[in-house]
């Protein structure tokens, strides 16, 4: 029986390892072509490539290919693309999902550079390519732009006393994961008009490989962590039923919950 997505195409950032990977997966799963795009072949220490991720779709009676997609790069974005519609005719789904992530600097003495590249690759990136593939499916009559978020992305509480000790991860993160949210809903009503869908899903914590091996935040407690699957499958339903969602900031595990995935 042919799955829920049979016979589209979704680009999946980020997708040789993590919850990307996850992603593209579930995607495949549930009947899409997958093109599995990341910035690089190989990272030392770190298991998973794209050429992996593609193999294990195909290896599995699926399709995808691997794409190198360096976020900083216009010519690579519109390369995936151009790929994208040359193997399998159209995009009908992108999910942003790569992002980059720092150490933390001191405030004072750090300077704005790493932040100038969060913006790039986190924000302006998504950006981009959601009006490449967008301009592809509104002229095919419609899509979904799934962006992955994250609970960072919401105002801390204010401080009740000075700061002890610090999370690892550079706060930029979570403020260039709060500019995707609003730069989505910004544009949820006009992209509405051409049958396009743009959601928001926000992961818990998830027990990343990057994460489990310590290259950012060793110092979070990861008992609390939940599957990628939950954000898999969260976002299957979304490339599902989009329309019914454009516009929102979802979290993941409610989304599961409420429809029973």
Known sequence: ??????????????????????????????GANVVV?????QVADLPGTIGETAGAINAA?????????????????????????????GVDILVNNAVIVGPRPSFLSGNADFLDLAYRVNIRAPYVLAQLAGTKMAAAGGGVIVNISSGSARYTPAPTEPAKTLDQMDPSYGVSKAALERWSTAYAAELWASNIAVVCLRPGLVATERILAAAIRPNV?????????????????????GLEYTGQVLTCKEVVEAHGL
């Open 37 to 41: 795009c990341s910035r690089t072949e």
């Open 221 to 241: 407690d990861l008992s609390r962590a939940e599957p990628g699957e939950v954000t898999a499958k969260a976002t299957s339903f979304m490339c599902q039923h």
């Open 61 to 89: 009676g699926g399709k995808a290919i691997a794409v190198k997609l360096d976020l900083s790069s216009d010519d690579d974005m519109r390369n995936v693309i151009d790929k994208t519609v040359e193997t399998f005719g």
């Open 1 to 30: 029986m042919a799955g829920p997505l049979e016979g589209k195409t979704a680009i999946v950032t980020g997708s040789s390892r993590g919850i990307g990977k996850v992603i593209a997966l579930q995607l495949a799963q549930d």
